[in-house]
């Protein structure tokens, strides 16, 4: 059996397939389905009594690129993402919500981006056994400049930004990861999650980085810079 596995790696990593996709073990570098693009939970643990849909599908995977009838950016990479709204995966405004990630090896640089958006947005961390060592919390939500999502203009609702976050301390360890709706009995208590990416060979300038979005119902392109988060754990 490791024998077959080495031997599919190898091919894989000759073809630029799977580059670097697997630490000794077998266990993956990046996290199973990071971006949702199965179009479903794919690789992702849910909660138990998730809320499912009249054919028995659980909710919140959609493949809308805008929200409201102002066309309002959700900054979606690829053909779907995480939605938070209650009419889109079952669950009330107020309460909380999570989901778990596959585990897998921090390799590369130690670095990781998540996109989030929802002023209750956050990402923890855990080690293999469940020893939490990271909270990561939406730092992009700002409820004013309806509806531009313009930097200096307007805010950031239901949008995502990416953000980047440092784990490089944890470099060769196995991990695991759970993205979070945290409970609030405010406005916008909701989170957006998409392209969670576990494997840089380089640590991303995101001073520098973007995503451009169309601002809302506009002709204009605006972008959104990434994020660095810092961990709030203790």
Known sequence: M??????LMTLALLLGLLPAAFA????????????????DFTGWTLMDNWPADENGNPMGIISKTTYWAEEMPYNQAGEY???GFPENNGIPEPE????TSSHF???????????MGGRTAAVKVFKADGTQ?????????????FPSVKKGVGGSWADMATFIIDLSEYIGEE????????ESPGSWAVAFFDEVVTLYDEIPDYKTMVDVVKDGNSNNMVEIPWQRTLNTFH
Not at 2 to 7: D, G, N, T, V
Not at 175 to 182: A, F, S
């Open 2 to 7: 490791k024998k077959a596995l080495a031997l």
């Open 24 to 39: 000794e073990g077998g266990i993956p570098f990046q996290v199973e389905n990071g971006g949702f693009e199965t179009g």
């Open 81 to 83: 993402h995480l939605d």
């Open 96 to 99: 909380a919500w999570h989901i």
């Open 105 to 115: 090896i921090l390799g590369g640089v130690g670095y990781i981006t998540v996109r």
């Open 133 to 145: 060592v990271g909270l990561f919390r939406n730092r992009h939500f700002k409820d004013s400049g």
């Open 175 to 182: 991990l695991y990861l759970e993205l979070w709706d945290e």
